[in-house]
């Protein structure tokens, strides 16, 4: 049981980064930096002769580390009502992931994962945050991840989120259930 | 009365492209391909000692176009249920623009902006294409854009959008009211 | 081919019917005018010792009308964001429905039909009617019925619809859909 | 300071009024239940000469409590991924009060409370009772009621709402925040 954090903030020590360490507060976990990588926009050939080329970034270590996990949590600051641009990149490139034959089983190994979503905005992010949670549940169904609970909270001037109980409770209820999950495999 | 299309696509003469070519027909456009620049993800600097720091990329150039039009079409695949990566890249970066002392009027004047989203998407668009209209409508009302409406349009292969009489339909509509209002000025 | 019209709103002659009339022109249709009716809230009984009482009033006979359709328009005003109370009241009945021995096939005999939504807003209907739409997703899917469309157009005094030229064209559109499919059977 | 809680279910001791429990535990409130009123569908004469006609039901008896809370709870079931009928009949009256001669202040009344929606379902409430929540923000805005908070609870069979521990701490949460506000006052 493996469970891997997928960051698309850019600040250190974050909202975003401070509200998930509730959720994996004495897991054991695998921290992916998206900012850390460097990512090419999808260049969208799904119906070019010859498909998709070949490109040369570091998208294939992030999806090889992702894959390897059980459980995922996106993490992400609300950026405009919505994931951050570095995160959408990495997501947009998983349309050449499904026509990769290097992945022929993409869409079965992400099928079994569970997911959660950890989302940190300043303006009213239980209301103006919804669609953006409404995508991932999109995002989730056609890839066929099993979207397992989620959690918005406010925040944005520096460690603002710790004034946020619901959300901190919120977090620390994944983290059982996560904490449970472990033990039991 | 000058328009811009801010294109978010990758592909040349996509499906997105093809529908916004039925909303400018016979206008005249400044057309913005986002892919043919450089946009770096936003480094979120708002709280940081010493405020964002300039970037060097393509961003300023785009920027400074978009802020000379008076009608801004954003024209997006839909990816993933939502904006391109790429087009979310460019929107982040309105964060800095925002704190930027050579822009220091930019809300005010994003705010006599009128705008119009067109998105194509190939899963379902008029269902699950809503959750990035509300996105649209929370950017815009925040910045003080006119949200004028939108066109949703269904199309995955090369050249499918002609086939959705529906959204062609609406695009045409949008163009009337875009040429009525050139003429007025 | 029998196509069934489910009107949700008070007023006669309201913008949702005139917009409708667009709809349906020329085509057979069995109007159900929800207002003639006295529909009782649903007593929710689900889980009560014996189930769901008999209720006295009209459901059975709209309920029976509806299922002897193949396509429903549901077409209702927009009042408070969201169908008439009307109309809600009926769809909630739909549950004691499920559990009714008079109508065991009901699942079955609802999963076979095609939908359509007309809803008319006063306050800016193509945003804040999408919550409407998304719930009417949800409760097809939940029936088996196949959202085939919707049209959201925008009126509050009588007759205003009339200026809204893209919802009549959308009203339009479905139309020649429709034609074309009862030609067909 | 009064809290008022209107309920929109049918069922006695139902999940969504064992969730409500937890939110005014220890505090004075007035309950409204609405299925023991008698309110009948709004007939829209906002246009018609005359206007609105009086109506002969319970719907001024409840509207006098309403408007004599300072906050108000809206606790429905989820039905159909939307409010309750009852609720919603009740709502949409509100288009007769805002035109009504006995209460010409009735927005301004409104704009000075503050609300919270508790609602419970049965078939993932978290993602597909979304939309509610957006139409009750949509609600609140209209009238000016600023919205404080909501929990949505996951609930089918009687008491199943006890085991989603999550909805239980947001409700405690709330119930914490309206007693700090009572003690305030």
Redesign the interface.
Known sequence: MKIGVIYG???VT?NTETLTERVIQGLPVEKIYL?DYHIK?????R?SQGGFKEVTDDYKAIIDRVLDCDILLFAT?I????????M?????R??QTLKDERYTDFKKVMAVKKAYVIAVGG?NP???G??????F???FD?IGIS?E??VLGKGN??AEILQD??AL??AS?IQRTLEREIKLK
């Open positions: 903030g850019t600040r974050g900012k926009p999808i260049n969208d050939e119906h600051p950026y405009w009502f919505s994931m951050s641009g570095t959408k990149l990495f997501i947009d998983w349309s303006d239980l209301l103006k919804l669609p953006l949670i409404q995508q549940q999109y995002i056609f979207f609970g989620y001037k520096p109980e619901q409770r919120n209820q």
